[in-house]
């Protein structure tokens, strides 16, 4: 049999652009989902990578507002920032030269983070979505935007491997394997936040029962449709939802 040689590239350029295209929207129903749950208000930005090269960042404007089909901009992990992008991308391009494992970032306002973070202090694992961020929360310990690529290092050298970083009166960052799960420890992250400033005020008398590094990795979980189930909450009603089709550990926006 002969190959058709000329056929081949252009179906490849069509099965990249079908690529791009879907995960143009998973990124779109992404950071709907992140502003309707009151996590971003008119800052903030999340983005999917697409392979080992590139990633894709919503479009520059309120996440809240970005339209059905409003096009995202393809970023390059090594390289400067494509015109009209945000400047703290630079974050994202951090996470994913260093990890190759996340597939989604956010860069988020959630208002009790912020709050607890002018306190310089992270959620601690008091409740269950607490857990997911053992040891703890880093702090980076600075309240002026990311301007810089030495900066934006810098932040997420103090990330590390954790799944989020709380930059202190400047909102946070979090990273995981899928846009779900960065959707949800996003959410978890901020509950977490909640709870430890409810307790904060009855601590003086009634100290807080945290959670140990056992319990927690009991605890931090993924069983029992756990990421699926609250994405489905946080997503639903979203004019581009698809079916979702997930397994126990990952999903993808459908």
């Known amino acids: 049999m002969t190959q058709n040689t000329h056929a081949a590239p252009s179906l490849a350029l069509a099965a990249t652009r079908a690529d791009v295209s879907e995960a143009d929207r998973a990124v779109r129903v992404a950071a709907r989902t992140l502003a309707r749950a009151g996590l971003a208000h008119a800052y903030g930005h999340c983005s999917v990578r697409l392979d080992d090269e590139h990633f894709l960042v919503c479009a520059a404007r309120p996440m809240g507002l970005i339209g059905v089909g409003e096009a995202g901009t393809v970023v390059p992990i090594n390289g400067p920032l494509p015109d009209g992008v945000l400047g703290e991308v630079r974050l994202h391009q951090q996470i994913y030269r260093r990890r190759p494992g996340i597939g989604a970032v956010a860069r988020t306002m959630p208002p009790k983070t912020m709050s607890l973070s002018t306190l310089r202090r992270t959620p601690r694992a008091l409740h269950g979505p607490g857990t997911y961020f053992a040891p703890g929360v880093p702090l980076w310990d600075d309240p002026q935007l990311i ?108």
């Open 147 to 254: 301007r810089s690529d030495a900066q934006a290092q810098a932040v997420i050298d103090t990330m590390g491997e954790n799944a989020a970083v709380v930059m202190r009166g400047n909102g946070a960052v979090v990273a995981a394997d899928t846009l779900e799960a960065m959707v949800a420890l996003t959410w978890y992250l901020e509950d977490a936040a909640r709870v430890d400033l409810d307790v904060l005020a009855l601590e003086a008398t009634l100290p807080a029962a945290v959670l140990d590094a056992t319990e927690c990795e009991a605890r931090a979980t993924r069983s029992g449709r756990i990421i699926e189930r609250m994405w489905e909450y946080l997503s639903a009603g979203d004019p581009e939802l698809h079916d979702i089709t997930s397994d126990n550990t990952t999903a993808s926006i459908r």
